[in-house]
């Protein structure tokens, strides 16, 4: 029986670095259009929402002919907004793409959807690409992820791991912000929060992938090579715009 996938978009209007960047206007559209536009040129995705809190978003989805899902405004992180989401759906994949990539390439979510594929037993994917620039390794805002032979997450962490006593290595690999769950490892997580609150190890770091990793799941990582512009500012906006004009890309 063939697996049904769907990708859910985790959107809210409050934002301390950038308040409405969902509906952040990108050469005429909503930065939440443009991310729903990449998802939708993945064929693997039977079906893409917009989970949010916000009557703005939703009603701007519902003009631009998005599906959305609204949820509650009491969830600790995007994974728990997807979670609720996701059980308002018939689905045996969920992927979670992050509302903040308008120029995501349907080739880096499909990178996290083929491991499911592969492995029948796999029950959590993620994304990594190596770090160039030396001092993204000792950013804490960027999280690094090593991971065993087989692409298991063995760590996940801010700090510059591995960690080399020798001095910095150029063996870096970041976490992106992507991840296909089985529905019943995004349920876990979801539940597992309600009950107990955050990982010990996950509200240390604050990552949220740590919760699943300290319960004993397996994360596999696949690494890829992506030019993805993630906007967290107003001036990462100004980057997008520019590349799509670069590009001459249409709407």
């Known amino acids: 029986m063939k697996m049904k996938i769907a990708g859910i978009i985790p959107a809210r209007e409050q934002s301390s670095r950038f308040p409405g960047k969902p509906l952040a206007d990108i050469c005429g559209r909503p930065m939440i259009w443009w991310v729903h536009r990449q998802c939708r040129k993945v064929e693997e995705l039977d079906e893409v929402y917009v989970a949010t809190d916000s009557d703005k978003i939703y009603e701007c989805c519902r003009r631009e002919g998005i599906e959305a899902i609204m949820t509650s405004p009491e969830h ?137 990793i300290e319960q004993g799941y397996r994360i596999h990582f696949s690494e890829v090579t992506t030019e993805s512009l993630a906007v967290d500012t107003p001036e990462d906006l100004e980057k997008v715009i520019q590349r799509i004009k670069e590009r001459n890309i249409t709407i």
Not at 150 to 176: E, M, Q
């Open 76 to 212: 600790r992180t995007g994974t728990d907004r997807v979670g609720e989401a996701a059980s308002k759906i018939d689905a045996d994949l969920i992927v979670n793409i992050q509302g903040d990539e308008p120029l995501i390439e349907p080739d880096t979510i499909r990178a996290v959807i083929r491991p499911f594929l592969e492995n029948p037993n796999l029950q959590v994917s993620s994304l990594m690409s190596r770090i160039e620039d030396p001092s993204e390794a000792t950013n804490p805002n960027i999280c690094k992820v090593v991971t065993a032979s087989d692409g298991t997450a063995l760590l996940i962490s801010r700090a510059p791991v591995p960690y080399s006593k020798n001095g910095l290595t150029k063996d870096y690999h970041r976490a992106l912000g992507i991840f296909g769950f089985r529905k019943e490892a995004l349920r876990f997580f979801c539940e597992w929060g309600r009950k107990h609150g955050k990982g010990r190890i996950e509200a240390i770091e604050d990552i949220e992938m740590l919760r699943l």
